[in-house]
């Protein structure tokens, strides 16, 4: 009786492991960014609000120290440093940086809230993000969209 049941329950811990992910965390993709290389900082004139004059605007997307564990907490920072109200979106993506491209990390965990935060000159928002357990060491991104079209990247590193 117990030798009968022994293939079924590897079975179905098989099927329990790949269901759950074993991985736990994130999937490194093939999938190639759409973004190429961006800047940290938009710190040029550019038209915000739609009626055709360009304003100055200087966005800045940070974390707050850019060396981490896997499996760590940082705190992901936009930061309007120009005279104009700007917005940014609440989501972000995380890229890692294989073979000279930037590639897709897909987080099992989601993203942020697909919202929208209006930033005051001057006014900073910062996001607590909790980075998976099993991230590769290399060189990463968050990635951000600011204007409704501007994208912005955060730099930071995972140690080995």
Known sequence: MKRSLLPGLWSFIIILLAACGADGGQDLTEE??????????????????????????????????????????????????????????????????????????????????ESIVTLEAGESFGQEIDLPDDLPAGMYRFVKIVQDDYPLAALFDINE
């Not at 190639?32 to 739609?50: A, H, K, R, Y």
């Not at 440093?81 to 940014?88: F, K, L, Y």
Request: proline share 4%; no cysteine; charged share 30%.
């Open 32 to 113: 190639t960014s759409e973004f190429g290389d961006l800047p940290e900082v938009i710190g040029n004139p550019i038209d915000i609000d739609g009626d055709g004059a360009d304003e100055r605007v200087n966005v800045k997307l940070s974390t707050d120290v850019h060396q981490f564990d896997a499996g760590e907490t940082l705190v992901l920072y936009t930061k309007n440093a120009g005279p104009e109200d700007i917005t940014a979106e609440h989501a972000y993506s995380l890229e890692k940086k294989m073979d000279n491209e930037w590639i897709k990390v897909e987080l099992s965990r989601g993203t942020a809230e």
